[in-house]
T-cell receptor
Framework: GESVGLHLPTLSVQEGDNSIINCAYS??????FIWYKQESGKGPQFIID?????DKRQGQRVTVLLNKTVKHLSLQIAATQPGDSAVYFC?????????FGAGTRLTVKP | NAGVMQNPRHLVRRRGQEARLRCSPM?????VYWYRQLPEEGLKFMVY????????ESGMPKERFSAEFPKEGPSILRIQQVVRGDSAAYFC????????????FGSGTRLTVV
């Protein structure tokens, strides 16, 4: 889940389509995960979280899936809107704090 | 209920000067975390503090950087003798307890070293 300093992966979707953003985490002992949305010039904003005793959690238009076997997390956004355009980060708890993945830039085309 | 407050939002320093970044956690939160973000990159953990204690500073450069969270007042991230490579966005998060539950971020301080 550590940022490796590469250019952000990008995902481009049509308005109204569903988006799936993926994340591989590193620590098999992590028991709590959060998805954040970061718009340009702003701080990360909490979207949804999930604990390791669950494999799916739903919010408003968003669903997080957790596959502990392969250490994979995904964020599904239903009916993607222009306002969803942002960078999305997954974060895992690592000891005392949260560690972040590299992020994915989501662009929504009208 | 104010969120995590960071100030200043933007800070310009000349090389060799000191930068002080402040973070007031959410009300009731006693755990503070500092992260650094370069353009087009993720957030890199720097340091985790509780009131008057540094819990984990494994992400902090050994020289020129220091952090504190006094009994009264905000948490301070201090960068001495800044260099151009220190230019970045610095974000603070706070939580009720350890392990990330209730993690909330501030809007960040964008440091530019000229």
């Amino acid at each position: 889940g550590e940022s490796v300093g590469l250019h952000l992966p990008t995902l481009s979707v049509q308005e109204g389509d569903n988006s799936i953003i993926n994340c591989a985490y590193s620590n098999s002992a992590s028991d709590y995960f959060i998805w954040y949305k970061q718009e340009s010039g702003k701080g990360p904003q909490f979207i949804i979280d999930i604990r390791s005793n669950m494999d799916k959690r739903q919010g408003q238009r968003v669903t997080v899936l957790l596959n502990k076997t392969v250490k994979h997390l995904s964020l599904q956004i239903a009916a993607t809107q222009p306002g969803d355009s942002a960078v999305y980060f997954c974060a895992e708890n690592s000891g005392n704090d949260m560690r972040f993945g590299a992020g994915t830039r989501l662009t929504v085309k009208p | 209920n104010a969120g995590v407050m960071q100030n200043p939002r933007h800070l310009v320093r000349r090389r060799g000067q000191e930068a002080r970044l402040r973070c007031s956690p959410m009300k009731g939160h006693s755990h503070v975390y500092w992260y650094r973000q370069l353009p087009e990159e993720g957030l890199k953990f720097m340091v985790y503090l509780q009131k008057e204690n540094i819990i984990d500073e494994s992400g902090m450069p050994k020289e020129r950087f220091s952090a504190e969270f006094p009994k009264e007042g905000p948490s301070i991230l201090r960068i001495q003798q800044v260099v151009r490579g220190d230019s970045a966005a610095y974000f603070c998060a706070s939580s009720l307890g350890a392990s990330g539950y209730g993690y909330t971020f501030g809007s960040g301080t964008r440091l530019t070293v000229v």
